[in-house]
């Protein structure tokens, strides 16, 4: 089968490789759309990855394969599936391998990014459940809400009634305030006006009009001045060192230090990759990518907006270094493996 493998430098090669394997409780899938993700540069060029390895991880297509334990799916299903990151048979490829939990019945290409959204909302901030959702003000701050991640968090936040959703977003701005509820308080504010305007923009939409001082943020950026903004946003609502005791909490999506958040604000980082290692993840996962099934069914839950890169596995490249320059604004790049040179239609 042709693979796509990424090394340091955002270079693409197009090899022919064996089918992967797949174990008892894994799928094999003929990959029909791919996903990209940032992390499909960042991991080689900044993690020094060794070589070139296929780093797609977001799956649709239909299931080939599948091992003795696995009771959902069978050949000829149209599935979506989140690939274990950093393990061979990835979605870069005609054929890719994912777990059965996190796989699910879905005539539609949905990114990891959701269930990066879900792990942030209800494993790292301890959310409101969509199922129990919330009755009373809960102020939320997503910044970077046009992101795959914010843009999932925001739907899946709106499930639990978590309101108001203070979102920071730019070239999105009005996709994002075409998904909020500004009845319930939501708001979205511009970085591109600068750091001031962000933090006093977002302690703007909360002031004089009832609700509690915001003590959640996921920061879908992690970036530059994200997580400086949002400990000074805590700090001037009065949301650090209240009397009851309970400390604001933010999130990041990206792992190294981050500058500039006050003491007494507890920090946390979201990895996706929990729903393939840990116990607790792999639960979350299984729940969340069949809740993701039945939000696409009913309507209330969306992918993000999608491009299409012609060329399969030869685009990938391209996007890659289009990811890597900034150039994504609340779009997904994805790959329809049919159209690789060399591969029968
Ligand atoms: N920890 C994990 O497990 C995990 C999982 C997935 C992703 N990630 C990381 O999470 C980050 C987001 O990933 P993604 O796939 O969601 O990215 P993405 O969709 O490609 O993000 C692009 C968006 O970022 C927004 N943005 C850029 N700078 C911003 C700023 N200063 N303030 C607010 N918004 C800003 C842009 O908003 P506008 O269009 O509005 O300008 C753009 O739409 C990446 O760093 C990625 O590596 C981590």
């Known amino acids: 089968m042709k693979e796509a493998l990424v090394s340091k430098g955002t270079h693409v090669q197009i090899v022919d490789s064996p089918l992967p394997e797949i174990n008892e409780n894994q799928l094999l899938i003929r990959v029909i759309v791919s996903g990209s993700n940032p992390k ?4 080689p060029d900044l993690f020094n990855i060794p070589g070139a390895t296929n780093q797609g991880d977001d799956i649709a297509g239909i299931v080939e394969r ?19 990151m950093r393990t061979p048979g990835g979605s870069y490829a005609e054929y890719a391998v994912a777990w059965q939990h996190s796989t699910f019945h879905i005539p539609e290409n949905i990114s990891f990014e959701a269930a990066t959204s879900a ?28 992101s795959a991640v914010g843009f999932y968090a925001l739907q899946l936040a709106k499930r639990s009634n978590i309101h108001p959703l203070l979102c920071v977003a730019g070239r999105s701005k009005d996709y994002v305030l075409s998904h909020l509820d500004p009845s319930k308080g939501d708001a979205v504010v511009d970085y591109r006006e600068g750091d001031e305007a962000v933090i006093s923009g977002l302690v703007a939409a909360l002031k004089d009009k009832g609700f509690p001082p915001v003590k959640h943020a996921l920061d879908a950026v992690s970036e530059g001045s994200s997580a400086r903004n949002i400990g000074e946003v805590f700090r001037r609502v ?28 507890e920090q946390s980082v979201t990895t996706v990759g929990d729903v393939h290692s840990k116990e607790e993840g792999k639960d979350l996962g299984y729940v969340f990518f069949r809740y993701f099934a039945k939000g696409l ?12 890169v012609p060329g399969g596995l030869g685009g990938i490249e391209g996007a890659l270094r289009k990811l890597k320059a900034g150039e994504a604004s609340a779009v997904k790049y994805v790959f329809r493996i049919a159209e690789t040179e060399g591969v029968g239609k």
């Open 119 to 146: 792990v942030a909302l209800y494993h790292r901030l301890s959310l409101p459940q969509p199922w129990t959702p919330i009755t009373s003000p809960l102020p939320l701050i997503i910044y970077g809400a046009g």
């Open 238 to 265: 009065g949301a650090i060192d209240t009397p009851d005791g309970v400390k604001p909490k933010v999130t990041f999506v990206l792992g190294h230090k981050q500058e500039g958040v006050p003491d007494g604000v």
């Open 40 to 43: 499909d540069w960042k991991l």
């Open 66 to 84: 599948v091992g003795a334990n696995v009771y959902e799916f069978k050949p000829g299903d149209r599935v979506a599936a989140f690939h274990e």
């Open 297 to 308: 069914h009913e309507g209330w839950f969306k992918g993000q907006k999608w491009e299409v």
